[in-house]
T-cell receptor, first 114, second 113 residues
Framework: DSGVTQTPKHLITATGQRVTLRCSPRSGDLSVYWYQQSLDQGLQFLIQYYNGEERAKGNILERFSAQQFPDLHSELNLSSLELGDSALYFC?????????????FGSGTRLTVV | GQNIDQPTEMTATEGAIVQINCTYQTSGFNGLFWYQQHAGEAPTFLSYNVLDGLEEKGRFSSFLSRSKGYSYLLLKELQMKDSASYLCAVTDPRLSNTGKLIFGQGTTLQVKP
C-alpha cells in the first residue's frame, strides 16, 4: 500500500457520460498529480495541485477538470466521455511542489468507455 | 519541449546484468527519474539523477551525462520479479518549480530463466 488511495479501481461507462475519479494523497503530502496512461500514449501528465491551488497543467482536455479540496483530496472529472478516454488514470502525491525524490503513485483507476 | 527515447523491449537472463538506455533533449534540464512499473500496477520510484555520474542503490544503478542528454539504468543479478516496464522521465524545463514529469514510452524488460 503506497498510501495514495484512488477510487474506484475500475469503472465502465458509456460514451457521453460523466465520471468522477477520487484521490486521497499520503498523509502529509500537499501536492497531487494526475496522469493518464493509455497503450499508445504512455504516461501523460494532466494536472498538478499544491495545497488547493492549481500548480501546473498539461495537455488536459477541456472536457476534463480537477480540483483539490481543503482536506487535500482531489477529484478528476471527465465528461462527454469518448472511446479514446479509456485508460488508466493515476494519481500521485508528494510533500513538496517540485520534489527531487520522485513521488508516490496510487494504484490507479481503470476507465473503460464502451 | 522534451523528447525521450528508450528501447521498446529488452530480454535478459536471470542472474545477468542489463542496461536500459534513455536519451532526452538537452534544452533545459532539472533532473531525470527512473520508475519501475509492473503490468497493470502503479509506477514505483527507483532513482533520481541531477548531477553527472553513477548513483548506486543495491542491485540498481543509474547513470547520467547531462552534456550528452543520456542516462542508463543498470540492473544487476537479475531476478524474475524484475520483469517489468522501466520508465525514464525528466522534469519539464518550462515548469521548473512544479512536479510535472515528462515520461518516455518505457522499456519492457523480460527476464527469462
Amino acid at each position: 500500500d503506497s498510501g495514495v488511495t484512488q477510487t474506484p479501481k475500475h469503472l465502465i461507462t458509456a460514451t457521453g457520460q460523466r465520471v468522477t475519479l477520487r484521490c486521497s494523497p499520503r498523509s502529509g503530502d500537499l501536492s497531487v498529480y494526475w496522469y493518464q496512461q493509455s497503450l499508445d500514449q504512455g504516461l501523460q501528465f494532466l494536472i498538478q495541485y499544491y495545497n488547493g491551488e492549481e500548480r501546473a497543467k498539461g495537455n488536459i482536455l477541456e472536457r476534463f477538470s480537477a480540483q483539490q479540496f481543503p482536506d487535500l483530496h482531489s477529484e478528476l472529472n471527465l465528461s462527454s466521455l469518448e472511446l479514446g478516454d479509456s485508460a488508466l488514470y493515476f494519481c500521485a502525491s508528494s510533500v513538496e511542489s517540485s520534489p527531487n525524490y520522485g513521488y508516490t503513485f496510487g494504484s490507479g483507476t481503470r476507465l473503460t468507455v464502451v | 519541449g522534451q523528447n525521450i527515447d528508450q528501447p521498446t523491449e529488452m530480454t535478459a537472463t536471470e542472474g545477468a546484468i542489463v542496461q536500459i538506455n534513455c536519451t532526452y533533449q538537452t534544452s533545459g534540464f532539472n533532473g531525470l527519474f527512473w520508475y519501475q512499473q509492473h503490468a497493470g500496477e502503479a509506477p514505483t520510484f527507483l532513482s533520481y539523477n541531477v548531477l553527472d555520474g553513477l548513483e548506486e542503490k543495491g542491485r540498481f544503478s543509474s547513470f547520467l551525462s547531462r552534456s550528452k542528454g543520456y542516462s542508463y539504468l543498470l540492473l544487476k543479478e537479475l531476478q524474475m520479479k524484475d520483469s517489468a516496464s522501466y520508465l525514464c522521465a525528466v522534469t519539464d524545463p518550462r515548469l521548473s518549480n512544479t512536479g510535472k514529469l515528462i515520461f518516455g514510452q518505457g522499456t519492457t524488460l523480460q527476464v527469462k530463466p
